[in-house]
């Protein structure tokens, strides 16, 4: 719908002020970079990358050099006259990011462009692409289903729910300050409880994990059941957690190695489960209790 190929149903889709529903995509400049590149097979990497100068009826000398100018910008130099389908994925999304770049359009649409791409080439690009976009000053608006690529590559972060934006804010603030349920659960390593609000107001607490913990917020939240979240990283096991403000009980009933850290799966005092995420192994066995140190302060009361 902000590229122009789906008229929305209602409402407005506003960019700089104005209202471009109706407005045809080719008065819109905006620039697409699509999921599955869309290189053109019968061109060069120059003429793929030309094709929208010469669209905009761009004098050919003019082209010339606005290509040569992305060529190097992509780090593609000397590769112009190639066919670009013979080139690797992480190129030719390359080709196809010069291409979109380009016109100097107003912003870029970017619909997961990096999925096709294998990990390490995916992780390439992704700073490469943030470099790009710093170089050209050029308005990305980045589609992903990937948690850690979305905080990433973005200056802010929009999560969609059922058609509706739930939370928009910088990367940091989503990622340790969701505000419901739908986005705890969204980004990864994050456990999310169910608590009760004790005595609201002045000195309220929540209750999880079969103790009553300070939280901030609490003291304008209304009774009953409300969920937590707490990152996985916060929950400190053992000694590691001695110096905690609060110190909880669980069982260990798991131990999940994971290469640079090591994931503990523990079930609470009240019978919830939670993750600790630690850098090293703890010495005790599955089945046996573990102490588990918190900061109240990484407690975050939700929305929902």
């Known amino acids: 719908m902000v590229a122009g190929l789906e008229e929305p149903d209602s409402g407005r889709v506003l960019y700089g002020?104005?209202?471009l529903v109706g407005v045809a995509p080719w008065n819109r400049n905006l620039?697409?970079?699509f999921q599955q590149y869309a290189i053109f097979p019968h061109m060069s990497v120059a003429q793929n990358v030309a094709y929208g100068?010469?669209?905009?009826?761009?004098?050919?000398?003019?082209?010339?050099?606005?290509v040569a100018?992305?060529?190097?910008?992509i780090g593609l130099t000397g590769k112009g006259d190639k066919n670009a389908t013979l080139l690797?994925?992480?190129?030719?999304?390359?080709?196809?990011?010069?291409?979109?770049l380009a016109p100097s359009p107003q912003m870029l649409l970017l619909d997961e462009p990096l999925s096709a791409l294998d990990e390490?080439?995916?992780?390439?690009?992704?700073l490469e692409l943030k470099h790009i976009q710093r170089r050209t000053g050029t308005t990305f608006f980045y589609v992903t289903h990937d948690q850690e690529e979305?905080?990433?590559?973005?200056?802010?972060?929009?999560?969609?729910?059922?058609?509706?934006?739930?939370q928009c804010d910088v990367p940091e603030v989503i990622f340790t300050r969701p505000q419901t349920r739908f986005v705890a659960h969204f980004f990864r390593s994050c456990n999310v409880l169910d608590a009760s609000v004790q005595n609201p107001g002045?000195?309220?607490?929540?209750?999880?994990?079969?103790?009553?913990?300070?939280?901030?917020?609490?003291?304008?939240?209304?009774?009953?059941?409300?969920?937590?979240?707490?990152?996985?990283?916060?929950l400190r096991l053992a000694t590691q957690g001695a110096s905690q403000p609060i110190q909880l009980t669980a069982t260990l009933e798991e131990v999940v190695y994971k290469g640079t850290t090591v994931d503990h799966r523990l079930r609470l005092a009240d019978g919830q489960s939670v993750v600790a995420t630690a850098t090293a192994r703890e010495t005790v066995a599955p089945g046996e209790t573990i102490t588990v140190g918190l900061d109240p302060a990484r407690v975050v009361l939700l929305e929902d």
């Open 69 to 73: 100018e992305m060529l190097d910008l």
């Open 88 to 100: 690797s994925g992480g190129e030719q999304q390359r080709v196809a990011l010069a291409r979109a």
């Open 150 to 166: 979305a905080l990433t590559m973005s200056d802010r972060v929009a999560v969609l729910n059922g058609g509706r934006c739930v």
């Open 202 to 234: 002045p000195g309220a607490a929540v209750l999880f994990g079969g103790i009553a913990v300070p939280v901030p917020g609490a003291t304008a939240a209304a009774g009953g059941v409300r969920g937590l979240a707490i990152r996985c990283e916060d």
């Open 17 to 19: 002020g104005r209202d």
């Open 120 to 126: 390490k080439i995916r992780r390439e690009m992704q």
């Open 31 to 33: 620039g697409m970079m």
């Open 53 to 66: 100068l010469k669209a905009h009826r761009m004098p050919q000398q003019a082209q010339r050099d606005r």
